[in-house]
């Protein structure tokens, strides 16, 4: 199937064909008509699937054919991002696509000077793409019209409601036309049961499109896991991108303060890094971007709210520093690489105190994760593998009392992994390989002392929430985490329904 296939103007095709495109996304092939025909859409895709070029070729399609509604400079099509980056990004393919058509575009997002933002609005756009706050910003002040909006685009919604922009998104809805004397689209990575109500609320009569699985990794990105303590996770990164020459990585943190820690430890190791996150200003976070994609950094340190939008085609390897607090994230992390069907590796560093994470991002993908112990990083703890107590007791299978602590603790692992040596097989300079017990606290990567473990058990992190272990097959069906108490459902807090 080519572009032709969906009667797009002339121009917008000789703009697709300048960009190096021939033939549609799966994503693309099923959103793009459905769009076209004017149906409302709930669209299931991740980062890394063109599904940005699924709604902005058929919006751009219909801007360009259909006469303006309204009188005056109103915008006419709407898209919001939850991210700066986002932003940025979506409009560059709004501008690379209607490059050869006679419509104006602007993006705004908050973090530069208002004043140029303003100034060309009121010159009048056809395609605005915004986020939340800086939007209704220059709603307050006047500079934007949007009750004549004919498209309206969510995208990226899982992520809109896990950065809390409820009230925000309530009150940018509200300046719109009733949503019936519009288009709505609505892209989302994950279908969650939130995300399903903000749908039956936002759209009417969607058509529903999923393209993969919405919880699965590309085929082509090869994942697992290297067990390593925490104070060694620092050294133990370092030692991989020296170690296999990488020159370009995308290192996940938690937080803001462990980025930017990271980086400060990676440039002392003699590694050119950079940080990307949300306390940083848009052109320190433009620069670093623009740095790792020319080769002058090899080390991006991001946190994952500030990765989103981040689009580097052939991104060879993620490293995820930290795992991330909510499983979906890992996904999102991980389809950073191994795009458009080319090899992407992504690494995992956990340490002990990291397990009850490692379980729900295996629950939630559906398999465990191979394990990998490299000489000379061999951890105190290792991570347990198969089915925990709780999972054999719900499939009614005997508990294997072997290899267990007392009172009851958790399983140790009958296994240290698989291969247990790096590629290179080396272990780090100055090291005398592995050290087992007495040790004195020995500072962590993040500032922090790793004493006070003993034996083969560890302890439970006391954030620990519901059963957090992993299943294999045949295991039986796993429970389910129980929610914490006192939520409220987002959609329904957003929309009045609680």
């Known amino acids: 199937m080519s572009f032709e296939h969906f009667g797009l103007e002339a121009e917008i095709l000789r703009a697709i064909n300048e960009q190096g495109y021939d033939s549609p996304t799966p994503i693309q092939a099923k959103a793009?008509?459905?769009?076209?025909?004017?149906?409302?859409?709930?669209?299931?895709?991740?980062?890394?699937?063109?599904?940005?070029?699924?709604?902005?070729l058929p919006m751009l399609q219909h801007l360009a054919t259909q006469p303006r509604r309204g009188k005056g400079k109103a915008v006419r099509?709407?898209?919001?991002?939850?991210?700066?980056?986002?932003?940025?990004?979506?409009?560059?393919s709004v501008r690379d696509y209607g490059r050869h058509l006679r419509l104006k575009s602007a993006v705004i997002f908050g973090g530069v000077n208002i004043r140029p933002q303003m100034n060309k609005l009121r010159d009048g756009v056809d395609v605005l793409v915004a986020t939340p706050g800086r939007l209704l910003d220059h709603a307050g002040q006047g500079t934007v019209d949007l009750s004549q909006i004919e498209i309206f685009v969510l995208d990226e919604a899982d992520r809109m409601l896990d950065m809390g922009f409820i009230h925000d998104i309530r009150r940018v809805i509200s300046l719109l036309p009733a949503k019936d004397q519009r288009q709505n689209l609505l892209f989302s990575a994950t279908f969650s049961a939130d995300i399903r109500k903000l749908a039956n609320t936002l759209l009417t009569n969607p058509q529903l499109v999923?393209?993969?699985?919405?919880?699965?990794?590309?085929d082509t990105v090869e994942q697992r896991i290297h067990p390593v303590d925490k104070s060694r996770k620092r050294e133990l990164l370092s030692h991989l991108v020296g170690a296999g020459n990488w020159q370009q990585v995308l290192v996940f943190s938690r937080t803001k303060h462990g980025a930017n820690r990271l980086v400060k430890q990676l440039t002392a190791?003699?590694?050119?890094s950079a940080a990307i996150h949300g306390n940083k200003s848009q052109a320190a976070r433009t620069k670093a971007l623009k740095q790792f994609k020319d080769g002058k950094v090899r080390v991006l340190v991001a946190t994952d709210i500030a990765a989103r939008g981040i689009d580097i085609d052939r991104l060879p390897h993620v490293v995820n520093f930290d795992l991330p607090n909510v499983p979906e994230d890992y996904v999102h992390r991980i389809g950073r690489t191994g795009r458009a069907g080319r090899e992407?590796?992504?690494?995992?560093?956990?340490?002990?105190?990291?397990?009850?994470?490692?379980?729900?991002?295996?629950?939630?993908?559906?398999?465990?994760?191979?394990?990998?112990?490299?000489?000379?990083?061999?951890?105190?703890?290792?991570?347990?593998?198969?089915?925990?107590?709780?999972?054999r007791k719900a499939a009614g299978k005997p508990s294997n009392k072997s290899g267990r602590g007392k009172n009851g603790g958790k399983p140790r692992s009958q296994a240290r992994g698989h291969g247990g040596r790096d590629g290179?097989?080396?272990?780090?300079?100055?090291?005398?390989g592995r050290r087992r017990g007495g040790r004195s606290g020995a500072s962590n990567g993040n500032g922090n002392s790793n004493g006070n473990r003993s034996g083969g058990n560890m302890k439970k992190a006391s954030t620990e929430r519901g059963n957090h272990s992993g299943s294999k097959p045949g295991a039986g069906k796993p429970q389910r985490a129980k929610p914490g108490r006192g939520?409220?459902?987002?959609?329904?807090?957003?929309?009045?329904?609680?």
């Open 344 to 391: 992407g590796e992504a690494i995992s560093l956990v340490s002990a105190d990291e397990i009850h994470l490692l379980r729900d991002i295996e629950r939630l993908i559906g398999r465990e994760l191979p394990r990998q112990e490299l000489d000379g990083y061999e951890p105190d703890h290792t991570l347990p593998t198969g089915p925990t107590k709780s999972e």
């Open 210 to 218: 999923e393209v993969a699985g919405t919880n699965r990794s590309a």
């Open 77 to 92: 099509a709407l898209v919001l991002t939850p991210t700066r980056e986002l932003a940025a990004q979506v409009g560059d």
């Open 424 to 432: 290179n097989g080396a272990k780090p300079a100055g090291k005398s």
């Open 269 to 272: 190791d003699g590694l050119e």
């Open 487 to 498: 939520r409220v459902n987002l959609a329904d807090k957003l929309f009045g329904n609680e």
């Open 32 to 56: 793009i008509p459905l769009v076209r025909q004017g149906h409302d859409l709930m669209a299931g895709a991740q980062t890394g699937t063109g599904k940005t070029a699924g709604f902005v």
